[in-house]
């Protein structure tokens, strides 16, 4: 009898799981991503301008319309909070991936002289904060160490990763709707 019950937030309409719609709104968000960095880099938007940070509307764009087409059209109109984080948050290390994979193949093949134009911004950036000669060579020593393909792609996902989960939380307070019905309190 409890295999007949519809619209359960277990089993969503259409075959359609959680992940497999929150791995479809990661890839388009993804895809958006690498888009706008191709953009910004073809003007020659400065690494360090504020314009970057445009890119997070790609981010909540991409969690806000994956959340919904779940809800709306694979689980009955309904969503749990925690669901709704959970889609968030997975679309978010999808995100991560994609963006993982095109920084490394970004830094290492397309342009390998970027990160040595952004450890000269760094350096200058140091300068104009008034730093000595010896404050400035041990931060860049650091700098360096740090300012690779890898270690770049690696923080990618980890800051896609928390930026996705700090908005999922947020947007989920909004987006989530919860079955008040009876049959909704069995089916939680």
Wanted: proline fraction near 2%; aromatic fraction near 12%.
């Amino acid at each position: 009898m409890e295999a007949n019950i519809e619209n359960n937030q277990n089993e969503p309409q259409g075959g359609v799981t959680l992940f497999k719609n929150a791995l479809v709104y990661g890839l388009l968000t993804g895809g958006a991503y690498i888009l706008a960095s191709l953009l910004f880099y073809s003007l020659d938007v400065d690494p360090g301008s504020k314009v970057q940070y445009l890119t997070f509307l790609i981010l909540i764009a991409g969690i806000i319309m994956g959340i919904k087409q779940f809800r709306d059209k694979h689980s009955g109109g309904f969503l749990s909070y925690g669901r709704c984080l959970g889609t968030g948050v997975v679309i978010s290390v999808v995100v991560g991936i994609i963006m993982a994979i095109y920084v490394y193949l970004f830094f290492s093949y397309f342009d390998p002289g970027q990160l040595e134009k952004m450890a000269e911004m760094a350096e200058q950036r140091l300068v104009d904060q008034g730093l000595t000669d010896e404050q400035i060579d041990q931060a860049m020593v650091m700098t360096r160490k740090f300012m690779n393909p890898v270690f770049s792609a690696i923080m990618s996902v980890f800051s896609m990763a928390f930026w996705g989960t700090i908005i999922s939380l947020i947007v989920s307070i909004f987006l989530k709707k919860n079955d008040e019905s009876f049959d909704g309190a069995f089916n939680q």
